[in-house]
């Protein structure tokens, strides 16, 4: 079975700090993808990162960067210099891959309420 | 823009009362999703259409069903709501079904149960 955590079910910092997200998997699948999505207040989920399991390679996106450590099952998300608009609900997300190609769903972790104060 | 839309945003009906969600998209994508979260829970994936072949979670209550009259558009139908059934329900929209397919989400219709 597969299992998102997010530990942190929520976070406030002071605007311009910078913040990070931990996201740990389960999983006994050896492919498999992960991603990010962000949930502001209007609801929409929107898309922000994806990698799967067989690149480690960290990942910057101007204020974003991601932490992809297979080791030790972590995916995780840190915001620098952190900014009002970053306020939002935080979801680390896993998709298990198929043999032959096709996947699941994705199985999303509880999210972190990330409070950016001005 | 390309985007996936969902209508109602806001959705009140009665215990046992049938109720339909729609959502339509404009991406042109073959794989559409109704996804349920209840509140400051994750999404729980319901069941979701490849082009026209309907594939549901197992666990997923038979009071849901949903209807994919074309590409553009699918519905969610909840035959008979329960208090319990109260919650946000996001569509989602992909091309393909491999495991880089990235899922596009609607801003979600929050239904409520009186």
């Known amino acids: 079975a597969q299992k998102v955590t997010q530990a942190q079910t929520e976070i406030s910092v002071v605007e311009k700090e910078d913040v990070t997200l931990d996201c740990v998997y389960e999983?006994?699948?050896?492919?498999?993808?992960l991603f990010w999505y962000k949930q502001p207040p209007s609801g929409e989920l929107v898309f922000l990162i994806r990698?799967?399991?067989?690149?480690?390679q960290n990942e910057i996106s101007g204020r974003y960067s991601w932490n992809f450590q297979k080791s030790t099952s972590s995916f995780n998300f840190t915001i620098t210099a952190s900014q009002v608009v970053d306020s939002a609900v935080y979801f680390c997300?896993?998709?298990?891959?198929?043999?032959?190609?096709?996947?699941?769903?994705?199985?999303f972790g509880k999210g972190t309420h990330l409070i950016i104060q001005p | 823009d390309a985007m996936v839309i969902q209508n109602p945003r806001y959705q009140v009906t009665q215990f046992g009362k049938p109720v339909t969600l729609s959502c339509s998209q404009t991406?042109?994508?073959?794989?559409m999703y109704w996804y349920q979260q209840k509140s400051s829970q994750a999404p729980k994936l319901l069941f979701h259409?490849?082009?026209?072949?309907?594939?549901n979670e197992a666990d997923t209550p038979d009071n849901f069903q949903s209807r994919r009259p074309n590409t553009s558009f699918c519905f969610l139908d909840i035959r008979s709501p329960g208090l319990g059934d109260a919650a946000m329900y996001l569509c989602?929209?992909?091309?393909?079904?491999?495991?880089?397919?990235?899922?596009?989400f609607g801003p979600g219709t929050r239904l409520t149960v009186t």
């Open positions: 989602a929209t992909s091309r393909g079904t491999s495991g880089r397919a990235v899922q596009y």
């Open positions: 999983t006994r699948d050896t492919t498999y993808y």
């Open positions: 990698r799967n399991s067989f690149d480690e």
């Open positions: 997300a896993l998709r298990r891959v198929y043999s032959g190609g096709g996947a699941d769903g994705l199985t």
């Open positions: 991406l042109n994508h073959n794989v």
């Open positions: 259409y490849y082009d026209k072949d309907f594939n």
